[in-house]
C-alpha cells in the first residue's frame, strides 16, 4: 500500500505560479500510474491531469492544457503538478492519487490511493 502526501499549495495572484509535489512512500512511485485532480467549493471532485506508470503517456483536462504540466520522478518518488498563468476558477483542494495500472486514467473510480489534499487559491 502506498501513501501520499500532497505539499506546494497555497495563496497565489492570477497569472502566477505553484508547483505542487505529491511525495509516496510505503511503496515504490514507479509501480502506480498518477494523476491530480481538484475539488472547489459546493462542487465535486474533477480531473486535472494524469501521467502513466512509466511517465511515457499524460493527458490534461482541456481548461488547463497550456498551463499546467503534470511530471514524475521515480527516483525521488515523486509526483509534481506545474501550474502556470493561475486563474481564480483554479482555485480548489488539490489531490494526487495512484492506480495499480501501467495506463493512465481520467477517471477519479479507478483510482486506488489517495492523499489528503492541499488548498490552491487564486486571487484576482
Known amino acids: 500500500q502506498v501513501q501520499l502526501v500532497e505539499s506546494g499549495g497555497g495563496l497565489v495572484q492570477a497569472g502566477g505560479s505553484l508547483r505542487l509535489s505529491c511525495a509516496a512512500s510505503?511503496?515504490?512511485?514507479?509501480?502506480?500510474?498518477m494523476g491530480w485532480f481538484r475539488q472547489a467549493p459546493g462542487k465535486e471532485r474533477e480531473f486535472v491531469a494524469a501521467?502513466?506508470?512509466?511517465?511515457?503517456?499524460?493527458s490534461s483536462e482541456d481548461s488547463v492544457k497550456g498551463r499546467f504540466t503534470i511530471s514524475r520522478d521515480n527516483g525521488k518518488n515523486t509526483l509534481y503538478l506545474q501550474m502556470n498563468s493561475l486563474k481564480p476558477e483554479d482555485t480548489a483542494v488539490y489531490y494526487c492519487?495512484?492506480?495499480?495500472?501501467?495506463?493512465?486514467?481520467?477517471?477519479?473510480?479507478?483510482?486506488?490511493?489517495w492523499g489528503q489534499g492541499t488548498q490552491v487559491t487564486v486571487s484576482s
Open positions: 492519487a495512484a492506480r495499480r495500472r501501467v495506463s493512465l486514467s481520467r477517471i477519479a473510480s479507478e483510482y486506488d490511493y
Open positions: 510505503g511503496r515504490t512511485l514507479s509501480a502506480y500510474a
Open positions: 501521467i502513466s506508470q512509466g511517465g511515457g503517456s499524460t
